[in-house]
């Protein structure tokens, strides 16, 4: 298993920025990604960024150019840094990790989740 403690979510005006971090522990040597999900009110959960080991980045449409993930591997740790902040990036932030086990031609894949970080941009 993995424990996620996120932390860096607050209150922000519309423009500016905020650096969510997560670090991981426990089996993180299974670690094959890491990334960031939102919730915003009566909204389904969505994808913002995720990182896999290797350092390939995949993100959300509404946020490229403006956010930025990255990672320490010595700490498990992944960041998001998040610029030119707007109104509907509003919503509660969630860390999600995935292990993968076993051999190529039998892998299989656990994700983790973190509590949640709110974070809420003001216009």
């Known amino acids: ?18 650096r969510l971090s997560c670090a991981a522990s426990g089996r993180v040597r299974s670690i094959y990604t890491m990334g960031w999900e939102r919730q915003a009110p009566g909204k389904q959960r969505e994808l913002v960024a995720h990182i896999t080991d290797s350092g390939i980045t995949t993100y959300a449409d509404s946020v490229k150019g403006r956010f930025t993930i990255s990672k320490d591997n ?15 990036d509003t919503a ?32």
């Open 1 to 18: 298993q993995v424990q996620l403690v996120e932390s860096g979510g607050g209150l922000v005006q519309a423009g500016g920025s905020l």
């Open 74 to 88: 010595a700490k498990a740790t992944v960041y998001l840094q998040m610029n030119s902040l707007k109104p509907e």
């Open 92 to 123: 509660v932030y969630y860390c999600k990790t995935s292990l993968r086990f076993g051999p190529v031609e039998r892998q299989y894949d656990e994700d983790y989740w973190g509590q949640g970080t709110q974070v809420t941009v003001s216009s």
